[in-house]
């Protein structure tokens, strides 16, 4: 079997559990081998670290499945290692019908990601080499729960095409279904298979659910990034009197609207469709405010070389978003950004109080994202969402 040789600084980071190694990271490889081929990890001095999935045309070089020299790489292992995962959402999380039932090295099962939607499971390949599993693995969801008729193949976006990977959507196993509602706290949402990621943003739920405490009747609500109205549909169902819903995607805006029906809230709802700078920049010019304003942009930050020009994003989105909060209201924002750290963010909002001269009271723990997306204590890579929820109050 090929070898890959790493340095000091990845097989240390490999010893305390990380699960990736970076090609910043290799010294060498040794012997021949194709994208997707599984490969052998060691230390300059020889010792064994581990095995997995090698693409040299990638930033990853190396996706690690196991650190047991003896442990065979196939069907029989990921079947067992998604139910685990599936039995690890149900009886330690308590999780059903709707959560993250895979989450890559998290779940060590790296490259793979599954989102459970009722009957449908919806999954996301980012490795050559587990794509050539994408059957079976199809197979060990539907076999890890019974209830999912459907697995939807939603192999898109910028981690497949920096694996060198085609972009898929279809039914991979299962009934010919794209359709279904999902409950979450007081509120209900149709999810698509046809929309963004997996068709749905599951890791915002309890930050969503946690919203729901501080909306009082005769509140005005605006969220910004709408995408299909997760946070406006749980501000109207929890007694706002308004809620605005902005998104750039006249497809999203559809799927608030239908939401809302759904909801019984559509006299609650206003809808724009446009990006959210000259959106807000619109608002302040009018002098509108809201009681609580809501930031979940998409993630700013893609690469690390990417990081002080997404905080600069982040800073101006929330500079206006600052701007729109009524004295004595609520800014709940997030950043999606992996490359983002907490202290960065918190830091950033900080800096963009500060001009808008706005104090700011920290409401709620700082808050990640859901149990279901399991941050793995060696990964940083595992750890991405944060969200704050703050308290505005003007500097007098």
């Known amino acids: 079997m090929a070898r890959v040789i790493v340095d000091a600084q990845a097989a240390r980071a490999i010893g305390k559990g990380a699960m990736i190694v970076f090609k910043k990271g290799v010294v060498r490889t040794e012997g021949n081998f194709e994208p997707g081929d599984v490969v052998e990890v060691y230390t300059r001095g020889g010792k064994f670290l581990g095995k997995g999935f090698v693409n040299p045309n990638s930033n990853i070089m190396v996706r690690l499945v196991t650190k047991d020299r003896g442990t065979e790489i196939n069907k029989e292992l990921f079947r067992e290692r998604i139910r685990k995962a599936n039995e690890y959402r149900k009886k330690v999380l308590g999780y059903d019908k709707a959560y993250r039932m895979v989450y890559g090295e998290a779940d060590y099962l790296p490259g793979l990601i599954v989102d459970r939607f009722n009957e449908i499971a919806s999954i996301q390949i980012s490795s ?3 794509e050539r599993f994408k059957l079976d693995l199809a197979e060990a969801i539907m076999e890890a729960e019974p209830e999912i008729e459907t697995v939807f193949e939603k192999n898109t976006g910028r981690s497949r095409r920096r694996e060198g990977l085609p972009e898929i959507e279809r039914v991979l196993l299962g009934k010919e279904k794209y359709r279904t509602v999902i409950e979450e706290g007081k509120a209900k949402f149709i999810v698509d298979m046809r929309g963004q990621k997996t068709g749905f943003f599951l890791d915002q739920r309890e930050n ?9 009747p005769g509140m005005r609500v605006l969220d910004v990034f709408t995408y299909t109205g997760g946070f406006a549909i749980h501000a109207a169902v929890a007694g706002a009197d308004e809620v605005v819903a902005v998104d750039k995607s006249p497809w999203a805006i559809n799927m608030v609207k239908e939401n809302a029906k759904l909801n019984g809230v559509e006299d609650k709802m206003k809808y724009i469709v446009g990006s959210a700078f000259p959106v807000m ?22 690469h690390e070389k990417d990081l002080k020009r997404g905080l600069r994003a982040y800073f101006n989105v929330n ?6 909060v009524k004295e004595g209201g609520i800014l709940v ?7 983002v750290d907490m202290q960065a963010f918190k830091d950033m909002v900080i800096a963009a109080a500060a001009k808008a001269g706005k104090f700011l009271k920290l409401l709620e723990p700082y808050r990640t994202q859901a149990p279901d997306h399991p941050i793995l204590m060696a990964s940083k890579d595992t750890e991405y969402l944060k969200a704050l929820f703050l308290y505005v109050e003007d500097m007098k």
């Open 128 to 130: 050559v080499g587990m």
């Open 208 to 216: 969503r659910i946690a919203l729901e405490k501080y909306v009082k």
């Open 281 to 302: 920049e619109e608002m302040i010019k009018r002098g509108e405010k809201f009681d609580i304003v809501i930031l979940d942009p998409p993630a700013f930050v893609q």
């Open 333 to 339: 924002t997030a950043s999606c950004s992996q490359h």
């Open 319 to 324: 500079y206006a978003g600052l701007q729109l």
